[in-house]
């Protein structure tokens, strides 16, 4: 009887951990030269983590359903270009693990607003979380998405602040 006391305690105790340090058990820290940089390039479908102009790591990626040209409105389906900064994490996404864009910036909120629209938001680089993988190339309302591995390594590798330059 003891035994299954302690054992349903420390289930308990175990469930009770953050998603962010449980992330953190699990992840291999990044130990190599600090990511400066990330280059995004949609025709080719590829994701460049840069130190200065050294390419360090490169992904195949995954747009917005609707990928030629830019971001202009919430729900166009389309991946912005230009350049932002990753500006949050999420450990907790719906999509395995994601970084924030830090989509609009000044001019998209005042081309939309000219419009009487909304620019959009929440653009991230995220996962499949698995439920989304077979869903085709370009898929995603407007973010940059990566396999689930893929976007653990991004995750340990890239601090919030690092620029982000997205092109055509």
């Known amino acids: 009887m003891k035994r299954r006391l302690f054992l349903k305690s420390s289930v308990a105790l175990l469930s009770g951990l953050t998603a962010n340090a449980a992330s953190a058990l699990s992840f291999r820290p990044y130990q190599g030269p600090k990511i ?7 025709e080719r479908r590829k994701l460049y983590l840069l130190h200065g102009h050294t390419i360090i790591k490169s992904y195949k990626i995954g747009l917005g359903f609707n990928p030629i040209g830019h971001k202009r409105f919430e729900g166009d389906g389309k991946t912005p270009e230009g350049s932002y900064f990753i500006d949050r994490r999420n450990p907790n996404s719906n999509y395995h693990l994601s970084l924030g864009i830090s989509y609009p910036n000044i001019e998209d ?11 959009g938001g929440d653009i991230f680089i995220h996962g499949r979380a698995g439920k989304h993988r077979g869903r085709g190339r370009d898929w995603t309302w407007g973010c940059i998405a990566v396999k689930d591995r893929h976007i653990e390594e991004i995750f ?11 092109h055509a």
């Open 36 to 42: 400066t940089r990330l280059v995004v390039y949609k």
């Open 109 to 119: 909120r005042s081309y939309a607003s000219t419009h009487g629209k909304s620019a």
């Open 156 to 166: 340990t590798m890239v601090e919030n602040g690092t620029q982000i330059d997205i």
